[in-house]
């Protein structure tokens, strides 16, 4: 990333922002998936775990160790306490 522009569809920029406006709480997979939709979901909610994954990739986040997007187990995800301020 280092200042440079990265390309995000529009599912993985509906999600950063979802982050960025929500920084530190923790979001389940549903709720992410409802709020980027805009409806009930009623599908598997595991795929936003493919978004997530891209969008870690995008921003140069590790897996193993992410800095920006954490994994919250059994729970969902949040954006990194670093990353907030």
């Known amino acids: 990333m280092q200042g440079n522009p990265v390309e995000l ?5 509906k999600l950063l922002e979802l982050f960025l406006t ?3 709480q923790v979001l389940s997979r549903l709720q992410l998936i409802e709020k980027v939709q805009g409806y009930a979901f009623e599908g598997y909610e595991r795929t936003v775990d493919s978004h997530i994954k891209n ?5 140069g986040d ?3 160790e992410p800095r920006y997007i954490k994994t ?9 306490g670093d990353s907030c301020g």
């Open 9 to 13: 569809t529009p599912t993985e920029y």
């Open 72 to 80: 919250v187990y059994g729970v969902g995800y949040k954006l990194a």
């Open 55 to 59: 969008l870690r990739k995008k921003l």
């Open 22 to 24: 929500h920084p530190g």
């Open 62 to 64: 590790s897996y193993g």
